[in-house]
């Protein structure tokens, strides 16, 4: 079975860093691209990035793009999501999936697994 486990979250105040993890098995990890999506309280669940090491493809939401940093480690089968410069509308319910293939968009559609989420609260 293909899972993906996410973690890192938690409370952090505006201007603090946090650093994601999700950890993949059950798939062959050089294939897929691994996005990170988010879905605040009452929002639609929105695409902050993606890494596929294997196409050398990253993708940015325009958003978070100059803080957060998206990194692979494929011998621990674990994709990072370095947090930096935290706002309080980044507070969301972070998750990770998987995309066959190249990171291509941001498009919740397009990803076949998903993990379930890690919950990151920025106060103000």
């Known amino acids: 079975d293909v899972q993906l486990q996410a973690s890192g979250g938690g409370l952090v105040q505006a201007g603090g860093s946090l650093r994601l993890s999700c950890a993949a098995s059950?798939?062959?990890?050089?294939?897929?691209?691994i996005g990170w999506f988010r879905q605040a309280p009452g929002k639609e669940r929105e695409g902050v990035s993606c890494?596929?090491?294997?196409?050398?493809?990253?993708y940015y939401a325009d958003s978070v793009k100059g803080r957060f940093a998206i990194s692979i480690d494929n011998a621990k089968n674990t994709v990072y999501l370095q947090m930096n410069s935290l706002k309080p509308e980044d507070t969301a319910v972070y998750y990770c999936?998987?995309?066959?293939?190249?990171?291509?968009?941001?498009?919740?559609?397009?990803?076949?697994?998903w993990g379930q989420g890690t919950q990151v609260t920025v106060s103000s």
């Open positions: 999936a998987a995309d066959f293939g190249p990171c291509g968009g941001l498009g919740p559609w397009e990803y076949d697994y």
């Open positions: 059950g798939l062959p990890f050089d294939d897929y691209a």
């Open positions: 890494i596929s090491s294997s196409y050398d493809s990253t």
